[in-house]
Each structure stands twice: as C-alpha cells, then as structure tokens.
C-alpha cells in the first residue's frame, strides 16, 4: 500500500544553518506530495506542495522537487532560523484512493538555536 | 477568513462523561475531517464528510460519534471513553471531494486542535 518514510528525528541545527529533511514514498499511481508543518501547541499547516514528476515546491524559503524516479520529496532550506523550530510531515495524497486525503510520515522534530 | 477554528481548546473528562468537541470553517469547505494524533506520532485519519456526508469511516469504536450538522460545522461527540483515547484531536477541511467521495489533491486547512485527557 501506500506509504511515507522520513528520516528520523529529532534534527538540532543552528541558526543560519542548511537543512535537509529526507522523505521518500511507496505509492501506486501518480500521488500528490505534500510537506507540513505543525508549531508547538498548534495544528498542521501546509508548507508546500507537488503534484507531479519534477514539480518544485517552495513557500519560506523551504523548497521541495518532487522526483519520481527516486521516489523522493526532500525537503530543504539553505539558512534556518530559530522560528523555524517545528515538526515537519511529509505526505502523499492518492487522488484516486477512498481510504482517506493524507498519508503522513512520522514527523520529524526540527530544533533551531540561536 | 482561511480559519478552522476548533473548541474547546483543552478538554479533561472522565470515562463516564458525555462532551463533544466542535469544529467550524467559512470558507464554503464541502470537506471536512477528524484525526486523531498521540503525541510525537503523525495525525491518524478517523472520519471524512464530504457535502454533509460521512463518506470514511476509519474503523473507529463508536464511543466516537461525528455529526455535520450543516457545511460549516463538524462536531465529535465523546462518550465512555478510554484514557487511551487522550490525544489531540484536529478537524480540517478542504474545498472539495468528488461527488463519490474519493480523495482530491486540495490543501488541507488544519484548526489548532482540542487537547484532550480522559481520566
């Protein structure tokens, strides 16, 4: 079935550092790939995304290609900034899928010190 | 507004208690959907409502009860719950499903969750 593998966590870096989150999938079909963020004590929100083969992402300085032949959706940002400290899901929607919108990966924690 | 606005934001109950949680969104939304998330683990899909509909079902115990009452509200009534079900409990909507339910590749818009603990 489908599913989402992303590096594990936690990810300590300091500020003005490069970052990169690792996400790969297993899905059938041709998914949407999606990156969240979720900030202590708050719900999800969307990053960025792509639906299709070789679709760049990017939204904050965040960025993301969606490559197929990989079957990789890594997310990265060149300088991260303390306000960046959150958990970040990488998911895959399968548009012809009943089963449900979203597929998240595990989360990974991302802790930015000054 | 591009809000999914969620009440309460805490909620502490005991296992014989009857409460429910509530959720709303105005951006004409025909989508909208409970999860569940333990802590340090991804939001696990419970239900989807698609025009009003429950269109999923994620083989949740019935002490889960979901209304949509109209387009703009979602609740989730609680009854006899476990401490295992302590969790954050999230409702997010989006614009669309197909009219068969299926899934679409909209955004999702998440609320800030309600916080909950059984003792």
């Known amino acids: 079935g489908n599913s989402v593998t992303q590096m594990e966590g936690p990810v300590t870096l300091s500020e003005e550092a490069f970052l990169t989150i690792n996400c790969t999938y297993t899905?059938?079909?041709?998914?949407?790939l999606f990156w969240y963020v979720q900030y202590p004590g708050e719900g999800l929100q969307l990053l960025l995304k792509?639906?299709?083969?070789?679709d760049k992402g990017s939204n904050k300085g965040f960025e993301a290609t969606y490559r197929k032949e990989t079957t990789s959706f890594h997310l990265e940002k060149g300088s991260v900034q303390v306000s960046d400290s959150a958990v970040y899901f990488c998911?895959?929607?399968?548009?012809?899928?009943?089963?449900?919108?979203?597929?998240f990966g595990k989360g990974t924690k991302l802790s930015v010190k000054p | 507004d591009t809000e999914v606005t969620q009440t309460p934001k805490h909620l502490v109950m005991g296992m014989t208690n009857k409460k429910s949680l509530k959720c709303e969104q105005h951006?004409?939304?025909?989508?909208m959907y409970w999860y569940k998330q333990k802590a340090k683990k991804p939001p696990e899909l419970m239900f989807v409502?698609?025009?009003?509909?429950?269109?999923i079902n994620e083989s949740v115990p019935s002490r889960f009860s979901p209304e949509c009452p109209n387009s703009s509200l979602l609740n989730l009534h609680l009854h006899a719950l476990q401490p295992e079900d302590s969790a954050l409990y999230l409702c997010?909507?989006?614009?669309?499903?197909?009219?068969?339910?299926?899934?679409?590749?909209?955004?999702?818009?998440f609320g800030s969750g309600t916080q909950l603990s059984v003792l």
């Open positions: 899905a059938t079909g041709y998914p949407s």
């Open positions: 409502y698609s025009y009003e509909k429950l269109s």
């Open positions: 997010a909507s989006s614009r669309r499903r197909t009219n068969t339910g299926e899934a679409t590749n909209e955004k999702l818009f």
């Open positions: 792509a639906t299709k083969a070789d």
């Open positions: 998911a895959l929607s399968d548009p012809w899928r009943s089963q449900g919108n979203l597929i």
């Open positions: 951006m004409g939304h025909r989508a």
